[in-house]
T-cell receptor, first 116, second 114 residues
């Protein structure tokens, strides 16, 4: 099954600076990688995802990069704002031939703190 | 669409009691997932269904936990008997037919077992 490692567990950046969160995965068959944002007391919500046929995807201030060879992917947030403060989760999903795949496996989360 | 609907939002019960959590997925979504979230263990996949059939229940902690999906619009997660270590937020999520499409989470049920 898939194992997803996420770093760092806590990240504090000054407002306006960039933030980078990194994840590694174990299953080379994994080919779908979403990122979720969870505010305190709320549900996780998808902010961006990437499939393994592309190396990078961007949506305004958020970008995700994927290195299949090294089996790692990263979330980049530029020009951070106070509302970016939350816990961010990466995840990996094996879309291979095995129907009984493990489903979506999440990293342990990164608590992003934006300092004013 | 109202999104994934979970009930109750909060549940407080005593050790040994039966607890039933409920979920209504987004209409048309063929996959339904139950996750448990704690500070120590993060988001753990308990079980997921495809077209109402359980596909992988390897994450269910023990026999005290059971999940059913009697039809496409309803699922339950039952804990009997409950224990204090079951205290957590339980999320239900659903997704479209294609594996690897985004998961849409419900608002969760915060379970406290005293």
């Amino acid at each position: 099954g898939e194992n997803v490692e996420q770093h760092p567990s806590t990240l504090s950046v000054q407002e306006g600076d960039s933030a980078v969160i990194k994840c590694t995965y174990s299953d080379s068959a994994s080919n779908y990688f979403p990122w979720y944002k969870q505010e305190l007391g709320k549900r996780p919500q998808l902010i961006i995802d990437i499939r393994s046929n592309v190396g990078e995807k961007k949506d305004q201030r958020i970008a995700v990069t994927l290195n299949k060879t090294a089996k790692h992917f990263s979330l980049h947030i530029t020009e951070t704002q106070p509302e970016d403060s939350a816990v961010y989760f990466c995840a990996g999903w094996d879309m291979g031939t095995q129907e009984g795949a493990d489903g979506l496996t999440f990293g342990k989360g990164t608590h992003l703190i934006i300092q004013p | 669409d109202a999104g994934v609907i979970q009930s109750p939002r909060h549940e407080v019960t005593e050790m040994g009691q039966e607890v039933t959590l409920r979920c209504k997925p987004i209409s048309g979504h063929d996959y339904l997932f139950w996750y448990r979230q704690t500070m120590m263990r993060g988001l753990e996949l308990l079980i997921y269904f495809n077209n109402n059939v359980p596909i992988d229940d390897s994450g269910m902690p023990e026999d005290r936990f059971s999940a059913k999906m009697p039809n496409a619009s309803f699922s339950t997660l039952k804990i009997q008997p409950s224990e204090p270590r079951d205290s957590a937020v339980y999320f239900c999520a659903s997704s479209l037919v294609v594996r690897g499409s985004p998961l849409h989470f419900g608002n969760g049920t915060r379970l406290t077992v005293t």
